[in-house]
C-alpha cells in the first residue's frame, strides 16, 4: 500500500524514512511555507509532519490554504518523549491523523487505508487520480506489473527480457550479493531497479546515490569516503562519505564506468575488505552497505580499452541484472504496455486526466517499429507530448510525433506549421534551466517545482547539458539521492 506522492516536513531520519516507505515519490520541505509552494505543484496525498511543527502554523496553514491544499491529509508524527496531550490540539487545528510516536509507526497504513477510502484513490497508483473505466486496483496492477509486487518493484512489462530481469532482481535482493551490477542502456530503467533492489532488500534503512560522472576525481573520492579537516586544501572541517552515510542500507554508483581508474581501485579495497578510511584519516570504518553499481556503457569494452580495471570488473559482475534496450525483440511487447501506463499516470496535463484515454491501433503499430534509443525514457516524454497536443479522446497516428522538430521539417501538409519550429525537448531545456535558476540551482526545490523527480531533473541537466553560469557545475559536491520510491509518472 503506497501513496503516490507524499511531502514530509521533517529533518527527523526515522520520519523520512515513514514517508520513504509509503510514498512512491518523496519531496522534503524546509517547513509549512515551503511545503505549500511544493503541494502547490506537485498535488501530493499527504503532508508528513513531524512534532516540531506547531499545530497553530498548521491551523494556520490549512485555514489560509484554497480548497484543493486545505483538503491535502495532513498527518502528525509525534516524538517518542512528548506529551502525547497533542493529540487534542492536533485534532483542533483540523490534523487528519496523529501517531504518538515510533510504537504507532504501524498505524500508518490504517490511516492510508482511510485516505485511500475516502477518496476513492487505487492504491498502488493512487496520486494519478482515480482509476479510470472502473478498474479495480488489482486489475490494474495485475495488467501493468507481472507480479502484484507494486511499491517495491514498480516496474511496468511482461516481456521475457522485463521477466528475466525482474527474476534477477528478487534473487539478488534476496540473496547476499554485494555488490550488485545494474547495466543496461539509457532509460531502461537501471534506477528503478535499484531502488527495488534496496526497498526489497532494506526498505527502512537508508538510500544514497552519487552520479560518477558528474564530480571530478578529488570531489568524487571525498564525497564517497569522506575527508578529514585539513585533509587537503579547504577541507575546514571534516566530512562524511556517502559510504559511511548509507550506513546497513544502499549506496549506487551511477554511471561506474565514469570513476576515475585510481579511485576503482580504492573501490575495490572496499568491496575486498568491507572497511575504508576517510580521505586524510587513519581510521578504518566499516561499510555494511549494499553497493549497486549500475553503467550504460558496455563494461567488457570499457576494460578492453583500458578504461576500466579488469578486477574491479570481475569483482562487480557476479549476478548482473541486465535491463535490455525497447527495441531487442525480447522486450518489444513491453513497448504498448509502458505506453497505456504512461498515459493513464501521466500528470502533464491534469485537466486532460481521465479524458486522455486509449491509443489507436495504429498509433501503436508506429509506437512499435520505431527504435527508442532512448528507450522508456524517451517513451514516457512521447506519451506525455501527445498527451499536450491531443483534443480527442484517443490518441492517433498523427498525436506520435517521435521527434517534433524532424516531423515538422518533413510534413508537407497544411497542419504542419502548427508543430514547425516547436521543440518540446527545447521548450523542456528552457524551463529546467529556468527552475535551476530559480531556486539558485536547489536541484529538491527545482524539481519540486517543475513536478518531477530529483533523479529525473539530475538526467535531465545531464541530457541537456545544462550548467551553472558562474561556478563549473564539476566542482560541486553530489546532492544525497534520499530515496523515495520508483518514480513512475514524472516527466
Ligand atoms: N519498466 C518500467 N516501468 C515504468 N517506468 C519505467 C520503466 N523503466 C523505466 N521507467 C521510467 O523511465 C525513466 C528512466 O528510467 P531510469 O531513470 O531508471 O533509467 P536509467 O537506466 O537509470 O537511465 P540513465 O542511464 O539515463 O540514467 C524513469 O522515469 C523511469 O521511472
Ligand atoms: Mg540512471
Redo the contacts with the bound molecule.
Keep these: 500500500m503506497n501513496l503516490h506522492r507524499l511531502v514530509v516536513v521533517s529533518k527527523d531520519p526515522r520520519v523520512l524514512r515513514l514517508a520513504q516507505r509509503y510514498g512512491r515519490e518523496v519531496f522534503g520541505a524546509d517547513d509549512l511555507a515551503d511545503a505549500l509552494q511544493i503541494v502547490q505543484t506537485v498535488n501530493p496525498d499527504m503532508i508528513l509532519c513531524d512534532h516540531q511543527t506547531n499545530p497553530s502554523n498548521i491551523r494556520k496553514f490549512l485555514k489560509g490554504a484554497d480548497k484543493n491544499v486545505a483538503d491535502i491529509p495532513v498527518v502528525v508524527v509525534g516524538s517518542d518523549d512528548v506529551d502525547s496531550g497533542l493529540s487534542a490540539e492536533l485534532s483542533q487545528a483540523g490534523v487528519h491523523g496523529y501517531l504518538r510516536g515510533s510504537q504507532d509507526y504501524d498505524q500508518m497504513e490504517r490511516i492510508i487505508d482511510g485516505i485511500e477510502s475516502k477518496s476513492g484513490m487505487a492504491g498502488w497508483n493512487s496520486g494519478e487520480g482515480q482509476i479510470q473505466s472502473g478498474l479495480g486496483r488489482e486489475e490494474d496492477a495485475d495488467r501493468f506489473f507481472a507480479e502484484n509486487l507494486a511499491g517495491a518493484v ?4 511482461k516481456s521475457s527480457a ?1 521477466l528475466n530481469a525482474l527474476k534477477m532482481t528478487k534473487l539478488v535482493a534476496g540473496s547476499r550479493c554485494n555488490p550488485i551490477l545494474i547495466v ?1 542502456e ?8 535499484a531502488k527495488a533492489v534496496h526497498t526489497l532488500r532494506h526498505p527502512n534503512e537508508q538510500f544514497v546515490a552519487v552520479n560518477c560522472a558528474a564530480l571530478t576525481a578529488t570531489l568524487l573520492e571525498s564525497e564517497l569516503f569522506g575527508h578529514v579537516r585539513g585533509a587537503f586544501t579547504g577541507a575546514d572541517r571534516d566530512k562524511t562519505g556517502l559510504l559511511e552515510l548509507a550506513g546497513s542500507g544502499t549506496i549506487l554508483l ?1 554511471e561506474i564506468s565514469e570513476m576515475p581508474v585510481d579511485l576503482q581501485a580504492k573501490l575495490l579495497r572496499v568491496l575486498q575488505e568491507r572497511n575504508f578510511r576517510k580521505v586524510g584519516g587513519t581510521r578504518n570504518i566499516a561499510c555494511n552497505a549494499t553497493i549497486l553499481a ?1 553503467s ?1 556503457r558496455n563494461l567488457k569494452n570499457e576494460v578492453e580499452a583500458n578504461r576500466f580495471r579488469r578486477d574491479l570488473y570481475y569483482r562487480l559482475n557476479i549476478g548482473p541484472i541486465v ?1 535490455a534496450p525497447l527495441r531487442s525483440s525480447e522486450r518489444r511487447d ?1 513497448i504498448k504496455l ?1 505506453a497505456e ?1 504512461f498515459l493513464k499516470t501521466s500528470t502533464i496535463c491534469p485537466e486532460k486526466r481521465n479524458k486522455v484515454t486509449s491509443l489507436t491501433k495504429l498509433a501503436v503499430e508506429n509506437l512499435e517499429r520505431h527504435d527508442w534509443p532512448g528507450n ?2 524517451e517513451l ?1 516524454n512521447v506519451i506525455e507530448r501527445a498527451i499536450l497536443l491531443e483534443t480527442s479522446d484517443k490518441i492517433g497516428l498523427s498525436g506520435i510525433v517521435i521527434d517534433p522538430t524532424e516531423c515538422a521539417e518533413a510534413s508537407k501538409s497544411p497542419t504542419a506549421g502548427l508543430i514547425k519550429g516547436f521543440s518540446l525537448a527545447k521548450a523542456e531545456r528552457e524551463l529546467i534551466s529556468r527552475a535551476l535558476k530559480e531556486t539558485g540551482w536547489q536541484k529538491t526545490r527545482a524539481a519540486a517545482l517543475l513536478g518531477i523527480t530529483r ?2 531533473l539530475y ?1 535531465k541537466v545531464k541530457q541537456y547539458n545544462i550548467e551553472k553560469e558562474s561556478a563549473a557545475a564539476k566542482d560541486r559536491p553530489a546532492d544525497i539521492l534520499v530515496s523515495s520510491v ?3 509518472a ?1 516527466c
Excluded: C, F, H, I
Design positions: 514498480s516496474m511496468v512489462g522485463t543496461g539509457t532509460g531502461t530503467g537501471k534506477e528503478l531497479v551511477d549500475s550504460n535491463l513491453d509502458l501506463y522508456v525514457r514516457r533523479a529525473t538526467a520508483p518514480e513512475a514524472s
